[in-house]
């Protein structure tokens, strides 16, 4: 499996931005499918944002418009921006990798904190 770097959470007022930066131990072009996924408390995992190698990109309804993500190849990174935070984006954000016949990866999540 690939290994997964997660960095740049914190805490922001409503409002405020972050970005989230995934940094993978291989070539991003060999991973199929890369994306982001968040928890809340009492909350199952919930799927944000997700690239392919190719550059499509796909957003939940509730982040669209608000968050985008993105890649530098060169640095075997996936970035999450998010602008326009709310309350409601609070939770632990997690780096996800798919590679066929390998399986799925995981980051070690990191605090994102919204205030109100």
């Known amino acids: 499996q690939v290994q997964l770097v997660e960095f740049g959470g914190g805490s922001v007022q409503a409002g405020g931005s972050l970005r989230l930066s995934c940094v993978a131990s291989?070539?991003?072009?060999?991973?199929?499918?890369m994306g982001w996924y968040r928890q809340a408390p009492g909350k199952e995992r919930e799927w944000v944002a997700r690239?392919?190698?190719?550059?499509?990109?796909n957003y939940a309804d509730s982040v669209q418009g608000r968050f985008t993500i993105s890649r530098d190849s060169a640095k075997n990174t996936v970035f999450l921006q998010m602008n326009s935070l709310k309350p409601e984006d609070t939770a632990v954000y997690y780096c996800?990798?798919?590679?066929?016949?390998?399986?799925?990866?995981w980051g070690q999540g990191t605090q994102v904190t919204v205030s109100s």
């Open positions: 996800n990798a798919l590679q066929l016949h390998i399986g799925l990866s």
């Open positions: 291989v070539n991003i072009a060999s991973i199929n499918v």
């Open positions: 690239i392919t190698p190719g550059g499509t990109t």
